[in-house]
Nanobody, 115 residues
Framework: QVQLVESGGGLVQAGGSLRLSCAAS????????MCWYRQAPGKQRELVAR???????NYADPVKGRFTISRDNGKNTVHLQMNSLKPEDTAVYYC?????????WGQGTQVTVSA
């Protein structure tokens, strides 16, 4: 088991930036991958970005070139740097850890981008 706690969400104007953090209750070194998902009102939860233990990353097309995922194994933390934010980025952002066929989720943090 692991607890994941997201932080860093908030209200920002279009074009602004936010940095989300996901703190794990234990080492993330063993996790196969760490991910950020988001869910907008009335929509399904979707993958935003993913980083493997080896540092390989992939991004959803709408955020490529604007968002960057990174992991700090020493601090058991994963970050999502979000730049050039758009109103359509408004959603609850969730952290997910993948380990041995299991998935662990955080509670989410709200990101609201005003036009």
């Amino acid at each position: 088991q692991v607890q994941l706690v997201e932080s860093g969400g908030g209200l920002v104007q279009a074009g602004g930036s936010l940095r989300l953090s996901c703190a794990a209750s234990r080492t993330i070194f063993s996790f196969y991958a760490m991910c950020w998902y988001r869910q907008a009102p009335g929509k399904q939860r979707e993958l935003v970005a993913r980083i493997t233990g080896g540092g390989f990353t992939n991004y959803a097309d709408p955020v490529k070139g604007r968002f960057t995922i990174s992991r700090d194994n020493g601090k058991n933390t994963v970050h999502l740097q979000m730049n050039s934010l758009k109103p359509e980025d408004t959603a609850v952002y969730y952290c997910k850890a993948e380990e041995g066929g299991f998935a662990y989720w955080g509670q989410g943090t709200q990101v609201t981008v005003s036009a």
